[in-house]
T-cell receptor, first 112, second 113 residues
Framework: DTAVSQTPKYLVTQMGNDKSIKCEQN?????MYWYKQDSKKFLKIMFS???????INETVPNRFSPKSPDKAHLNLHINSLELGDSAVYFC???????????FGQGTRLTVV | GESVGLHLPTLSVQEGDNSIINCAYS??????FIWYKQESGKGPQFIID?????DKRQGQRVTVLLNKTVKHLSLQIAATQPGDSAVYFC????????????FGKGTMLLVSP
């Protein structure tokens, strides 16, 4: 009965590959997010979706393409992975924007 | 005491002490603030929030203070326990129209038994 679940938890891949991270929330929230956390623990918003519509894209390279098939899911596809993409990616959800966000456990992406 | 390391500011305390973690925010238009706790290998978890029409809010063992004049937020943890060891983030709700939470740099709290 996990509220926000994302898979996989760990992802190790080579440069140039394409990979996806999946996220699902069972809280009935209408807004979902992707955050990136770097090695210094800094959390930066990447995307925000409200009712399946893209609301915010924080100047993320277009190699990153989020997809929201329905309100409960927000997946992140990354093309042509680079070393600098190595980070922990967090999915989160909330009711509306700017309110308490519930986070998933994170996906640690390592590009080698 | 508090020190700034290469990566994260770190606060080291003894079990039973009270801890105070500080945060400066940048946008005077922000009207909602949250403190999150992130344990190793986990996602951030909500601790307590406060709206800009308040200057203090208390929870169980935690108190958040908001000083809008100097744009400062603090989290006080009473009787700190080893299980409180984690990275703590403040987040603010800013932006016009549809807004998102913007996170500050974290502070690592280390509690020694």
């Amino acid at each position: 009965d996990t509220a926000v679940s994302q898979t996989p938890k760990y992802l190790v891949t080579q440069m140039g590959n394409d990979k996806s991270i999946k996220c699902e929330q069972n809280l009935g929230h209408d807004t979902m997010y992707w955050y990136k956390q770097d090695s210094k623990k800094f959390l930066k918003i990447m995307f925000s979706y409200n009712n399946k519509e893209l609301i915010i894209n924080e100047t993320v390279p277009n190699r990153f393409s989020p997809k929201s098939p329905d309100k409960a899911h927000l997946n992140l596809h990354i093309n042509s992975l680079e070393l600098g993409d190595s980070a922990v990616y967090f999915c989160a959800s909330s009711i509306g924007g700017g309110t308490e966000a519930f986070f998933g456990q994170g996906t640690r992406l390592t590009v080698v | 005491g508090e020190s700034v390391g290469l990566h994260l500011p770190t606060l080291s305390v003894q079990e039973g002490d009270n801890s105070i973690i500080n945060c400066a925010y940048s946008n005077s238009a922000s009207d909602y603030f949250i403190w999150y706790k992130q344990e190793s290998g986990k996602g951030p978890q909500f601790i307590i929030d406060i709206r800009s029409n308040m200057d203090k809010r208390q929870g169980q063992r935690v108190t958040v203070l908001l000083n809008k004049t100097v744009k400062h937020l603090s989290l006080q943890i009473a009787a700190t326990q080893p299980g409180d060891s984690a990275v703590y983030f403040c987040a603010e709700n800013r932006g016009s129209g549809y807004s998102t939470l913007t996170f500050g740099k974290g502070t690592m709290l280390l509690v020694s038994p």
